[in-house]
Structures are given as C-alpha cells and as structure tokens.
C-alpha cells in the first residue's frame, strides 16, 4: 500500500485566517515532504522532514509553519496568508532520506486564499 | 545546480499506439536518480518509473519504459498501447539527496 492522505481537499480562506493542512501515511516512512505547486507549473519543494525533524526549508515565509507530530503525520499550519498563496499542496513521504528513495504524493490540498 | 528540461508542452497520440515523452537533465553529481510521474487533473501525483544513475538496464514497469542514455543525459518516457486514461501531465524528476527537481511537464492527450 502506497497510500499518502491529506485533508482538506479544498480549503478557502482568507488572508487573516489560520488554518492547517493535514498529511498522513501508515507505510512505515521516515521521511516527509510539502511541495506547492502552482497552476500549469511543476510542484516546488517546500519542507523536508527526517525521521521527524525539519532537514530542508526552501526559504519558505513565515507565514507556512510546517510540524511533524509523530512519524506519520505531518501538518502545515497557515497564518496571514496571500493570495498568491492560491496553490495546489502536495504531501509526500518516502522509506527513508536518500536521493535513491521513491516518493509517494498524497491526492493535495486546493488552497484559494480571498 | 540541477535542470531537468521537457520540450514537449503538448503531445497527441492514437490510442493503442506507443508514444515517446522526452527528458533531458544536467548535473555535475555522478550519483542521481531519475523519476516519472503522472499528474491526472485531480492533482495527485502518481509514481511511474524510476532509474538510478548506476543502472545498467533501462528501467521498465508493465507499459512504461524508461529509455536511459547517460552520455546524451536523456531519460525519454516510453509509454506502450496507450489507454484513454494515459490522458494527464506526466513530469520528469531528477533526485540529489532528499530533494527532487521537476522537469516543466508534458500534456499527454490520447486520442480515440
């Protein structure tokens, strides 16, 4: 089983709005991902977690506050946001850190921010 | 740095017929991995087919083969029989360590 979840699948808020994005596998995976993907564009890598810890930030604002709970969920907490935030989120986890793993998306996150 | 390029925007191919998606990458790393992914309009991105930089065969997964050729740094996507649910954006990927870099796409259209 391959299978990475996420909630909500749609989400609109506004720019004073917090809201979190929630992601889980069960496969056992060690390593997390958020990529925002625009319309028309490839996604772009946001956070990484390893083994629970935050390993890569693509200099991400503030304003996305990622969180690794346990070894299975991993959150994106949102907060002042901007419309240009208006993106597709995708969660993705992988066996373990490594250039040679395969990583599985999860169905993402339409975020319209107003 | 890494670049991962697809020139094919758009493509149409017949149903049933095989059809060849391109993927070249640059990169000074003599160690990487190569990922396809297909991206339906629901949006979730679907593993295809993967290559290491060190494999000696080209890799392949039921009706997707991946045409690896090192020295041209090409890592072309055959698909085999097209179905009408091959229809999405497929994405090439190059891996270095934890971070995957996509290619611009390609919109495959499979046509009755």
């Known amino acids: 089983d391959t299978e990475v979840t996420q909630t909500p699948k749609h989400l609109v808020m506004g720019m004073t709005n917090k809201k979190s994005l929630k992601c889980e596998q069960h496969?056992?995976?060690?390593?997390m991902y958020w990529y925002k993907q625009k319309a028309k564009k490839p996604p772009e890598l946001m956070f990484v977690?390893?083994?629970?810890?935050?390993?890569i930030n693509e200099s991400v604002p503030s304003r996305f506050s990622p969180e690794c709970p346990n070894s299975s969920l991993l959150n994106l907490h949102l907060h002042a946001l901007q419309p240009e935030d208006s993106a597709l989120y995708l969660c993705a986890s992988s066996q373990a850190p490594g250039q040679q793993e395969t990583q599985y998306f999860g169905p993402g996150t339409r975020l319209l921010v107003l | 740095a890494q670049k991962i390029t697809q020139t094919q925007p758009g493509m149409f191919v017949q149903e049933k017929e095989a059809v060849t998606l391109d993927c070249t990458y640059d990169t000074s790393d003599p160690s990487y991995g190569l990922f396809w992914y297909k991206q339906p309009s629901s949006g979730e991105m679907i593993f295809l087919i993967y290559?290491?930089?060190?494999?000696?065969q080209n890799a392949t997964e039921g009706r997707y083969s991946l045409n690896f050729q090192k020295a041209r740094k090409s890592a072309n996507l055959v698909i085999s029989a097209s179905q009408l649910g091959d229809s999405a954006m497929y994405f090439c990927a190059m891996s270095r360590g934890n971070m995957l870099t996509f290619g611009g796409g390609t919109r495959l259209m499979v046509k009755p």
């Open positions: 496969m056992g995976h060690r390593a």
């Open positions: 290559q290491g930089s060190y494999d000696q």
């Open positions: 977690y390893s083994y629970e810890k935050l390993s």
